[in-house]
């Protein structure tokens, strides 16, 4: 059963479509984020939500925007795609608990969503 | 600008030997470190981690050694098998950051690590 899921596992799209990748975690967990893995195979942190309440948000262009409808989903909405935008994204979850700082907790992490823009 | 690094971008090991990855950091706030070890078409797993308070931190036939001082760590693995063949990410966290950094993993951009029988 997996763990954290996210759909679609690869996504063909054309430049100027808005499309949106879904990720659920069947962990408990409370905190979930968005990543990018672009060309250089960097992993960089998108968005992050606590309890549904948006904790981190990176320089993104406002084209790309989450939602989170409960603790267990954290969808991904991207509007009017570019070029650029292909790459590997990546959500994962993690629990925040009383006296262990939210920085410290593991991430688990999807098997990803590859995105390629034409 | 890149505050974490993993330089080299591949290492191969023979089955049995020692294998070790390294990384480095920029970023003096940092106060903990992770591995995470990463399969083809699959997501980055955990598999290590180390506080700024220590200095190495081991886990069966993986140790993680920080040298805060020099900002390097390295993952030793040993003895290395098949089955560790993978790509190995180095991350960074700063627990004591307030704001946006809260929770927030930066990641280096990797090492794929070949393990030959």
């Known amino acids: 059963d997996t763990a954290v899921s996210q759909t679609p596992k690869y996504l063909v799209t054309q430049m100027g479509n808005d499309k949106s990748i879904k990720c659920e975690q069947n962990?408990?967990?409370?905190?979930m984020y968005w990543y990018k893995q672009d060309s250089k195979k960097f992993l960089k942190i998108m968005f992050s939500?606590?309890?549904?309440?948006?904790?981190i948000n990176e320089t993104v262009p406002n084209r790309f925007s989450p939602k989170s409808p409960d603790k267990a989903h954290l969808n991904l909405h991207i509007n009017s795609l570019e070029l650029g935008d292909s790459a590997v994204y990546f959500c994962?979850?993690?629990?925040?608990?009383?006296?262990?700082?939210?920085?410290?907790?593991?991430?688990?992490f999807g098997a990803g969503t590859r995105l390629s823009v034409l | 600008d890149q505050q974490v690094k993993q330089n080299s971008p591949s290492l191969s090991v023979q089955e049995g030997r020692i294998s070790i990855l390294n990384c480095d950091y920029t970023?003096?706030?940092?106060?903990?470190f992770l591995w995470y070890k990463k399969y083809p078409a699959e997501g980055p797993t955990f598999l290590i981690s180390?506080?700024?308070?220590?200095d190495k931190n081991e886990d069966g036939r993986f140790t993680v050694f920080l040298n805060k001082s020099a900002k390097h760590l390295s993952l030793h693995i040993v003895p290395s098998q098949p089955g560790d063949s993978a790509v190995y990410f180095c991350a960074a966290s700063a627990f004591n950051a307030g704001g946006t950094s809260y929770g927030k993993l930066t990641f280096g951009q990797g090492t794929i690590l070949t393990v030959h029988p």
């Open positions: 970023n003096s706030m940092f106060d903990y």
């Open positions: 939500y606590n309890n549904k309440e948006l904790i």
């Open positions: 180390i506080s700024s308070i220590k």
């Open positions: 962990l408990g967990h409370d905190t």
């Open positions: 994962a979850s993690s629990q925040a608990s009383s006296g262990r700082p939210l920085a410290k907790n593991i991430q688990y």
